[in-house]
């Protein structure tokens, strides 16, 4: 089973929502990449829809969520966005309250349903090196490239930037570099992350 959680590394999560809503024109499509359950996931929609509110979420927002998936559930408990209570007890109580109801599962909580609503879930493999879609402004890839080999690291950001808009940002977990071979593509928008910006 993926190790992952609700809110982890928000830091990153913050300054990515920070940067990609600067440029923020409309409509905003992102890409999470190794999304594991949907943890990560509906972490981004709801720091999106806390800045957005409902209608802004709702109307402007497509969240792509793609998995190789290690387990064959992860599709399933995403696109239902049911958790046990262990897996939401670290969410703020006024976050919680206002995201997530109980669910027909004893033991489940659901989260809203227009925020689910939003996104779109598709088993994919990064290595394929295709795209699930192209013309994102936030691709966020966290704790997946370091399970890849150096090459394959620099191809699959490269399929990244290449599925970008221009000035579209690419999120990372802290301790991961951007492989000097791709820097000239990206700027570095934040000394507190690493979050890049397409040139
Ligand atoms: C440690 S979890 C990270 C989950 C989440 N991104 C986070 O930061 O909490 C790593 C995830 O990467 C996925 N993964 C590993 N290799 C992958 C690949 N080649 N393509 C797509 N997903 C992959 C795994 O299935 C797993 O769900």
Known sequence: MAFTYFFRDIQIIDLAVKYLLEGF???????????????????????????????????NVTIYATDREESPDFGDILKAGEYKKEDIDRIDKPIFDKYFKTSDRVGYYKIADYIRERVIYQKHD????????????????????????????????????????????????????MPPELAHLFEQVSGEGQVFRKK
Not at 36 to 44: D, F, N, P, S, V
Not at 141 to 169: A, W
Request: hydrophobic share 45%; proline share 2%; aromatic share 12%.
């Open 126 to 177: 990064l290595l394929t090196l295709e795209p699930v879609a192209r013309d994102f402004n936030l691709i966020i890839c966290k704790n997946v490239l370091l399970h890849f080999q150096p090459d394959e690291r620099v191809k699959v950001i490269k399929m990244f930037y290449d599925s970008l808009v221009t000035g579209g940002i690419f999120a990372t977990e802290q301790t991961q570099k």
């Open 25 to 59: 024109k409309s409509k905003v499509r992102i890409w999470d990449a190794g999304c594991a359950m949907g943890q990560e996931t509906y972490t981004i929609a709801i720091v999106l829809a806390e800045k957005l509110g409902y209608f802004g979420y709702k109307n």
